[in-house]
């Protein structure tokens, strides 16, 4: 459906919501202000385009957006491709290269692609990310340390040989500066969550280093004054030969908005049991990738820490995330001659802890208990992005992919609902394990998967799980015709199963076969959800089913409970 959710939200929007979402959005409007500028000297323009960039696309991306609350704005994702476009094409090329991401998200939101997204695998999302992550992670240590380094190299190996050969130039100061950000940021959230680490880390050592007048590097001492206004839009110069060299470039962007965007809906999902609107999402960032640009901006999409920041501090609409934008605008014109005093260090210790929140490491961890295919698509991604080139990367990893998987899959992947209400013919005449041949209990619902649980086939799995109205006591998910799982696949699983768990459902698996069996092993899952609900037929699985809500009955909760006792299957 392609309706802004802010129109679905406003039908019954009270004066109490409406002051929830206001506090909501001032409280991100406020996180969002080291962050817009950070990622705008991190991406290689000046640090009032951040800002630009967080006000005009995020007012547009929760005016027009598909999810309730969607907060958008630069992001770490981006800051690796625009710095590289800027180096190349200048900021021009810039302008253009965005506007261009801006049109194919316009069409792919048309095209109704936002569920194609779904089907990126995991690895490769988590490959690209790590190594975005670690890329940020490696710019930062010049400021970190305030090294004397007029040009640091673009390229990875080369930046830290530099950093190696000039680090006996470090600056003390810079260096007790980030490092005292660092300790508040990681410190204050354990004092309180409701003012933001990142926040009390600029004021304070901003404060430092103004009074006791450090050497220290600040945004004002590398680019002069900030405007306190924003500037009248400004169209680019088309140079079609440049439009032909940042046709790959532009599509890395508008893949990089669409899953950070729709990635972050899903999270905001999870969160607060709603449900986006996948294509407008796409058409709303498109929009907003079209018009910022005009203004000076950069590159813009949903962003997951801040959007569930919003969410943390009860904003429920969009309405949250224009009040974000006006806070932020508000900021700006008031304060913005003050931004300038800020050190170039605590924006330093800033993007390092974007940069660790984003590397995922315990997914990139996770994933190398997976399938070996996953692994390879994990590390071949996550090295493309590194050593070479984003774009390389995402093209390289999605293809890999698409081979392995395409090598593996025996057959189309089918995912279905089945309980005692719905009749096949077809497989009741030939199947005598057929489901409509067994005596399903009350209180139980079983679903079955037909074909290998790889990437492709999670978004139908979860979109089958929405059938369900309400949650049974057991939930059967049948594997009997699925002969090989990815990681990705586990994944799935493993959300299932701890949203069961939150609804009170206790989760069985039958007719696991050996290469599923031994991933689920290899994951830890098997030991998660405990050996006796792995069942190797529906027959067992029923009679599992039985005893769990005959243990329920006598009012003995604790026996049903996922076990990591080792039992044999019946």
């Known amino acids: 459906m392609l309706k802004p959710k802010l129109f679905t939200t406003l039908k019954n929007y009270t004066s109490k919501q409406f002051l929830a979402d206001l506090s909501a959005g001032t409280i991100v409007g406020i996180v969002a202000l080291p962050l817009a500028i950070a990622f705008g000297i991190a991406s290689g323009v000046t640090p009032e385009k951040g800002l630009i960039t967080a006000i005009i696309a995020g007012f547009i991306i929760s005016l027009l957006g598909g999810s309730r609350v969607q907060i958008g704005g630069p992001t770490g994702a981006f800051i690796v491709i625009v710095y590289g476009i800027v180096q190349q094409y200048g900021v021009n090329g810039l302008i253009i290269a965005t506007i261009m991401a801006g049109v194919i998200l316009v069409i792919m939101g048309f095209a109704r692609f936002g569920s194609v997204i779904k089907f990126i695998p995991h690895p490769v999302v988590v490959g690209f990310t790590s190594g975005i992550a670690l890329l940020i ?54 004092i309180t969550h409701k003012i933001p680490g990142s926040i009390v880390a600029l ?7 103004q009074i006791f007048h450090f050497p220290v590097e600040t945004i004002g001492s590398k680019f002069g004054e900030l405007p306190s206004a924003l500037p009248s839009p400004v169209f680019p110069e088309i140079d079609f030969a440049i439009i032909k060299n940042l046709i790959g470039p532009a599509t890395t962007i508008a ?22 609107r996948s294509n407008m999402e796409l058409v709303a960032q498109g929009v907003a990738n079209i018009i910022t640009p005009l203004f000076g901006g950069i590159p813009a999409t949903g962003a997951i820490a801040r959007t569930a920041t919003n969410i943390k501090n009860g904003g429920r609409t969009p309405v949250a995330g224009i009040v974000h934008a006006l806070v932020l605008l508000l900021i700006t014109l008031f304060f913005g001659q003050y931004a300038k005093l800020i050190p170039m260090a605590t924006l330093a210790a800033v993007l390092i802890i974007v940069a660790y929140n984003m590397s995922e490491w315990r997914s990139f961890i996770e994933i190398f208990k997976s399938p070996k295919s996953d692994i390879i698509v994990l590390l071949t991604t996550f090295g493309l992005t590194v050593v070479f080139d984003l774009t390389i990367a995402i093209q390289v990893g999605m293809v890999l992919a698409v081979f392995l998987f395409m090598r593996s899959m025996a057959m189309v992947t089918n995912v279905g609902i089945i309980t005692r209400e719905l009749k096949d013919d077809d497989e009741e005449a030939v199947d005598s394990n057929a489901i409509t041949n067994k005596k399903v209990p009350d209180e139980v619902e079983v679903f079955e998967i037909n074909g290998p649980f790889f990437f492709g086939a999670v978004s139908k799995f979860r979109d089958a799980m929405r059938f369900i109205e309400s949650p049974p006591k057991v939930l059967i998910i049948r594997m009997r015709n699925v002969p090989a799982i990815d990681g990705t696949g586990i994944h799935a699983l493993e959300e299932v199963y701890h949203e069961s768990i939150k609804k009170g459902t206790q989760l069985v698996l039958s007719g696991v076969h050996t290469q599923p069996l031994i991933a689920l092993d290899q994951s830890g899952f098997l030991k998660v959800i405990g050996e006796q609900n792995v069942l190797g037929n529906i027959d ?21 409970e996922p076990s990591v006792k080792r039992e044999k299957n019946k």
């Open 203 to 209: 004021l304070v050592t901003t404060a430092i280093v």
């Open 255 to 276: 893949i990089l908005a669409a899953i950070e965007s729709l990635l972050s809906a899903v999270v905001a999902d999870g969160m607060i049991g709603g449900r986006h």
């Open 137 to 190: 992670f490696s710019t930062q240590i010049k400021d970190f340390f305030g090294l004397a380094i007029e040009n640091v190299p673009s390229e990875f190996f080369e930046k830290w040989i530099e950093y190696s050969f000039n680090f006996s130039t470090i600056n003390y100061y810079s260096f007790g500066t980030a490092a005292l950000a660092l300790f508040i940021i990681l410190i204050f959230p354990r």
């Open 540 to 560: 067992d699985s029923l009679d599992r089913a039985r005893e769990i809500l005959g243990l329920e009955k006598l009012g003995r909760p604790e026996d049903f």
